[in-house]
């Protein structure tokens, strides 16, 4: 899997650019597959449905419905559907608001009034990856779907209100924390091939060898590479990938807790059941009735 330089409008006399995409999974208009890939324009994604892993920079987590993320000019991403949304005959579907920022305008719209200096700070620290939480998320997710319907002054009016929550908001956290790292190095090619190995065989035991050889490194060269890039161990790692995966599922099927454990790649239900505890603070069948309590 290779990192792809695009540009994604491009917007040359406009502002910015706001999309509403449904999908059967997440992809990019630019390629007919999800793909490593960078731009630079910056982009402000909010996901209204859909699950699955993002990878930003030098970080992979878990995505869901509520997910906003603020992803910097020429910033390496990639958002990657569960692997149930590409099973034959599947009827989920992804829906994402993605809004695209020309940099250049940015750049002349803000830089030389004063009083806009913490949004010029919120865009240079876009370089990290913004993940947006809260109520700040909320109310940028409502003025986002209005925005696609405004023009003129009330279209750059409401950019600004959106750039000022972000940037004056406690509800958000930077995603890539080294920031020593090169950014065009952040993944190199074969940790995404890790990491697509990982998700293509999520349901199967996946050993340390298998992973090592996959990256065409020894074991302790393996351990040490990835602790360095993804900032925790390979096991570690692991469980929490099979972890995530499990709560999707519990959330968005009722299959059995026995289904659940086989599907996520663990031995024994029991073994599930401790690992999900110690993630999660509850059993799975706790979990699934208090996620169902919230969404009454």
Known sequence: MRLLNMESAPLIDELMKIELRSQTFLWSPFHSEPSFHLHSELELVFVIEGFGKRIIGNR???FEAGDMVFIGSKVPHLWLSDPVFYEKGSKLESKVIVTYFNPKALIQLFESIKEFKSIRNMIREASKGIRIYGETRNIIASQLIELATLEGFQKVESILH???LISTSQEKSFIVVDENDSSNDLYPDRLLNVIKFIKDNLHQ???LQQVADIA???EPSFC????KKV???FSQFLSEIRVAHARELLIQTDKSV???AYLCGFKTSSHFCHVFKEHSGQSP?????????RAK
């Not at 069948?285 to 309590?293: C, E, F, P, R, W």
């Open 231 to 233: 900032k925790k161990n």
């Open 285 to 293: 069948v706790q979990y699934k009735l208090s996620m169902n309590d």
């Open 216 to 218: 065409c490194m020894t």
């Open 224 to 227: 040490r590479f990835f602790k």
């Open 258 to 260: 026995n289904d659940i």
């Open 60 to 62: 992979v987590e878990p």
């Open 205 to 207: 035991q996946i050993s």
């Open 162 to 164: 959106i750039m000022n």
